[in-house]
Each structure stands twice: as C-alpha cells, then as structure tokens.
C-alpha cells in the first residue's frame, strides 16, 4: 500500500499494512508516492493496491463539481464517482480537515464556541488562512455567507497553517486562524477549534481508497475495523509522534496504537 507524501498518510499507511500483516494478510508499504493526482493514478495501474485519502478531498478530485460537504453527504455520492476498479471502503470518524481555532484567552474574551459565534464578532478581528481561501467557495466566502464573517482584516499566510500562522496567532497579530484539525500544535497551544455547525468545510474522514480486484473480502473486514476505532484525537497523537519533538517513526508509532487498540 502506499501513502502520500506528508507524515500523517505514511503513518496511516502503516496502520493498515500492520493491522493486515497481523490479520494473516501480507502487506508492504510504498510511503511518499506524491500527491493525490499521483497515488490515484497508482492505485489504477496496479503499482498499489490501496491509499489511505480523505473523502471529501477525494470527492472534488473524481467530481470537480461536487458540492457535498456533511460526511453523510460526501459518502453517499463518493463510491459512485470513482473510476472503474476503484472503490473505498468504510470511512473512520477520524478528519483531517481545516478548522478556525482561536486561543482560549480569545475563546473566552468573546464567548467562541462555534463559528455561529464568530461570525457575530468577525468584524473586530484579523482571520489568519491561506491566500487560496480569499476566494475559494469554503474559505471567506463560505465563511461570509455562512456565518457572517467579514473579518477587520484578511490575514493570507503560505504555510499551511504551520508555525507561522502560529506564531501571529499566539502574538494576537491575528485573532482566528485556519489550522488543519489533526495538526499537533492545536493541543500543544491550547488552541480552541471551533465547531463547524453549517459544514462550511466539507467533511475529510480518513478512508481506505482500494483496487476492487486486489483487496479481497477478508482484507476489507480488516481494514474496516481499523476504521471503526480511528478518531480524530488518534491522528493528533500520532502526528504528535511523528511530526514532534519524539520523532518517532511512523511504522513505530502506527505499531502502538494497534497494539493500544487491539489490533494486532
């Protein structure tokens, strides 16, 4: 199986190689084959038999039309989607997907929880996301028509939501900042995501994207399971691990956590 090439995938990669090898099943990995555009092409010619990906990112890359964003949504017209010989399996309630997080003393100056909430103070704040959202459907303007959030200032920032966005949040150069949900540096910040009750952000549940002929019945059972216990809060540990100051690797790291789960 293989991964995309950022930590978090090759780490999920090596969750479902462990959990099949300890299932009877024989499975390798293939870390870091490159971006989406990349590992689906893989996937299709045989070079892999199965990617971990994100549903709703999936989704847009089969269907650029796609307009889902709930989790129930995205996974009803997904598996439709997909070319020939493709399919996914069950997606985990694990999401890596961008979220607005504030920091608590901010949280708790305004009464944030949601960005219900947000949007009824965005105009006193500086909104840190990258320069893309300025115009993308779920970045400002979903935020705007939404919530109501026509921020003081459009903060854009190139890292993703790393260290640099970080650094202007903790400084309150900005107020509110779009970070990825699993990133490690939400818990070891302090940082409060806020709740998404409108589904601004389409749904991004970790699910296996697998060729129909080479994974068979038992595999998929196995897989499956995996799916049924990965949470959000999973992945922000891992990354942790992984992407932290432990550098763990990530075949050790997806080891324990099966051994934590029972899964191998």
Same mark, same amino acid.
């Given at each position: 199986?293989?991964?995309?090439?950022?930590?978090?995938?090759?780490?999920?990669?090596?969750?479902?190689?462990?959990?099949?090898?300890?299932?009877?099943?024989? !499975?390798?990995?293939?870390?870091?084959?490159?971006?989406?555009?990349?590992?689906?092409?893989?996937?299709?010619?045989?070079?892999?038999?199965?990617?971990? @990906?994100?549903?709703?990112?999936?989704?847009?890359?089969? @269907?650029?039309?796609?307009?889902?964003?709930?989790?129930?949504?995205?996974?009803?017209?997904?598996?439709?989607?997909?070319?020939?010989?493709? =399919?996914?399996?069950?997606?985990?309630?694990?999401?890596?997907?961008?979220?607005?997080?504030?920091?608590?003393?901010?949280? =708790?100056?305004?009464?944030?929880?949601?960005?219900?909430?947000?949007?009824?103070?965005c105009d006193q704040i500086a909104l840190g996301m990258p320069a893309e959202a300025q115009e993308r459907p779920q970045g400002l303007p979903g935020l705007t028509a939404k919530y109501g959030c026509v921020p003081k200032e459009f903060v854009p920032f190139s890292d993703g939501g790393g260290p640099v966005t970080l650094?202007?949040?903790?400084?309150?150069?900005?107020?509110?900042?779009?970070?990825?949900?699993?990133?490690?540096?939400?818990?070891?910040?302090?940082?409060?995501?806020?709740?998404?009750?409108? @589904?601004?952000?389409?749904?991004?549940?970790?699910?296996?994207?697998?060729?129909?002929?080479?994974?068979?019945?038992? !595999?998929?059972?196995?897989?499956?399971?995996?799916?049924?216990?990965?949470?959000?809060?999973?992945?922000?540990?891992?990354?942790?691990?992984?992407?932290?100051? !432990?550098?763990?690797?990530?075949?050790?790291?997806?080891? !324990?956590?099966?051994?934590?789960?029972?899964? =191998?």
């Amino acid at each position: 199986m293989g991964s995309a090439n950022f930590p978090e995938s090759e780490t999920l990669a090596e969750i479902y190689a462990g959990a099949l090898n300890a299932g009877g099943i024989a !499975a390798t990995t293939k870390p870091r084959i490159g971006s989406r555009e990349v590992y689906v092409r893989a996937v299709q010619d045989g070079s892999i038999d199965l990617v971990p @990906d994100y549903s709703g990112n999936l989704l847009r890359y089969v @269907d650029k039309n796609a307009t889902a964003v709930s989790a129930v949504d995205v996974m009803e017209e997904l598996p439709g989607k997909l070319p020939a010989g493709l =399919a996914v399996l069950e997606p985990a309630a694990a999401e890596d997907k961008d979220s607005i997080v504030v920091t608590e003393q901010t949280a =708790a100056m305004y009464g944030l929880k949601n960005l219900d909430d947000l949007g009824k103070i965005c105009d006193q704040i500086a909104l840190g996301m990258p320069a893309e959202a300025q115009e993308r459907p779920q970045g400002l303007p979903g935020l705007t028509a939404k919530y109501g959030c026509v921020p003081k200032e459009f903060v854009p920032f190139s890292d993703g939501g790393g260290p640099v966005t970080l650094r202007a949040l903790l400084d309150d150069r900005i107020q509110a900042a779009d970070i990825f949900s699993t990133s490690p540096l939400i818990a070891r910040n302090n940082l409060v995501p806020l709740e998404d009750p409108k @589904d601004n952000f389409a749904a991004q549940q970790v699910l296996p994207l697998i060729r129909t002929d080479r994974v068979g019945n038992e !595999a998929r059972k196995i897989l499956n399971r995996v799916s049924r216990v990965l949470t959000t809060e999973d992945l922000m540990q891992l990354n942790e691990q992984v992407s932290g100051n !432990a550098k763990q690797n990530p075949k050790d790291a997806a080891s !324990a956590w099966l051994h934590n789960e029972d899964l =191998a």
